[in-house]
């Protein structure tokens, strides 16, 4: 039972050629038998060796052939173009000729590529390159590598896997930024909208008065200034920095693919996170949950910058559509941080408990997408209105996203010209 299976599997290389050549061999011996024909015999039993040895020869070229596979780079942005480098080597005593490589590339990559190798594959080994270039973000598999094996008359053929899988990461696209935006909607002094410049700062804002604040805090000389009640809010020392907060509510989001609203919020996302950096802000990236998704530390030298960079560019790559309904507070209740939060679709209830979890005084600013102009057929309207003036009214500095057309360069330059005036270009790298 075990041989027959075992011969069966043997069998199995055989294209339809071999098999009816070799059906056709058996036939002849029983005709060669009844007949008593020897000459017939003799051919029958060339006719049914000619596969056999076929079958033999290929199944030994194709247990000789070995392969790496490399990318160069592992990590690249969406729109850019990899390069996957497959080295092959021959081991067996018998050197493989007319090979068909195979190897599996998602269809957001390329889709699969085949290679066919004219020559033989000798010990000094060949090299064989194609490109794939992601149209979208995350982390694509590319393989297993299979070579299939065909012998001159197409009587047999046998496929191996000879690579097994490798990753490769595409990152959101990053778009340059200029400037910070002001936050709070300038209810503060001339320098309380500014994001903070860093940690440990001692924060002091100006701020107009407010019923309950406490009259000893009446700041007299900005009031003189200003010609209306203006107070002075002591803050503590804060740890600094910005919260990023990206909204991947699947809800919250149309369109599909490369051309959905979620990837514009991501992209959006990445391009605010190394920026912030770049000025000398401790970046903290979270999700819709709340949680962590990367963080940076203080800044420090370019390689600690760049792995900074990497790992929330990484982070974003494999994020994926989140199934929650609502966003929680949680994530936006670090009162001793600035806040940025790029939101899909919002209810203006879902907002004002947003905008609640954040501590009066607190520096918060929000990109609004209009989701709906992502969808397919949509008619042109604005529901984001009412969450905008929500938020706005919260103190909150606001700027909406038209579409997918609009820049994500432009959408920030609309968010930081809000509000009071922006932070100098710092020098230096």
């Not at 369109?255 to 000025?279: D, K, M, P, Q, Y």
């Amino acid at each position: 039972m075990r041989l027959g299976t075992t011969g069966l599997g043997v069998l199995s290389g055989l294209t339809v050629r071999g098999r009816c050549l070799l059906a056709a061999a058996c036939a002849a011996v029983v005709c060669a038998l009844v007949l008593d024909e020897r000459d017939l015999l003799r051919v029958a039993f060339f006719a049914a060796a000619l596969p056999l040895l076929t079958l033999s020869i290929s199944a030994l070229a194709r247990t000789g052939l070995r392969a790496d596979r490399e990318l160069v780079p592992r990590r690249t942005a969406v729109h850019t173009s990899a390069t996957v480098r497959l080295r092959l080597s021959s081991t067996g005593r018998v050197p493989p000729s007319g090979l068909i490589l195979v190897d599996e590339v998602p269809p957001l990559l390329g889709g699969t590529a085949r290679y066919g190798l004219g020559g033989s594959v000798g010990r000094s080994g060949k090299v064989v390159e194609y490109t794939v270039r992601p149209e979208l973000r995350g982390v694509h598999q590319l393989g297993p590598l299979r070579c299939r094996t065909r012998d001159p008359f197409g009587l047999s053929v046998f496929e191996k896997e000879i690579v097994g899988s490798d990753h490769l990461v595409a990152v959101p696209e990053v778009f340059p930024l200029s400037g910070l935006p002001a936050a709070g909607g300038g209810h503060g002094g001339e320098d309380s909208g500014r994001m903070r410049a860093g940690p440990g700062s001692d924060d002091g804002t100006i701020r107009e008065y407010r019923h309950g604040d406490d009259i000893r805090r009446v700041h007299w000389k900005s009031t003189a200034h200003r010609d209306e009640l203006m107070v002075r809010v002591e803050e503590g020392p804060r740890h600094g920095g910005v919260t990023v907060l990206l909204d991947h509510r699947a809800s919250a989001h149309r369109g599909t693919g490369a051309n959905s609203s979620l990837e514009w919020a991501v992209s959006a996302a990445a391009s605010i996170c190394l920026h912030l950096r770049r000025r000398g802000q401790r970046v903290r990236l979270v999700s819709t949950s709340g949680r962590r998704v990367a963080a940076s530390g203080s800044p420090g030298s370019d390689a600690d910058e760049e792995q900074d960079d990497e790992s929330v560019l990484e982070a974003l790559a494999a994020l994926q559509p989140s199934a929650r309904r609502e966003i929680p507070p949680g994530g936006a209740s670090e009162s001793d941080r600035d806040l940025i939060a790029v939101l899909g679709r919002t209810t203006p209830a879902g907002a004002g408990k947003l905008a609640s979890a954040r501590s009066t005084g607190s520096r918060s600013a929000a990109i609004l997408l209009d989701v709906d102009a992502w969808a397919e057929g949509s008619q042109q309207h604005d529901p984001s209105s009412g969450t905008a003036h929500r938020l706005r009214s919260a103190g909150w500095t606001v700027t909406t996203v038209a579409g997918p057309s609009s820049p994500v360069a432009l959408v920030w330059e609309s968010l930081c010209e809000q509000g009071t005036s922006l932070d100098p270009p710092r020098a230096g790298p």
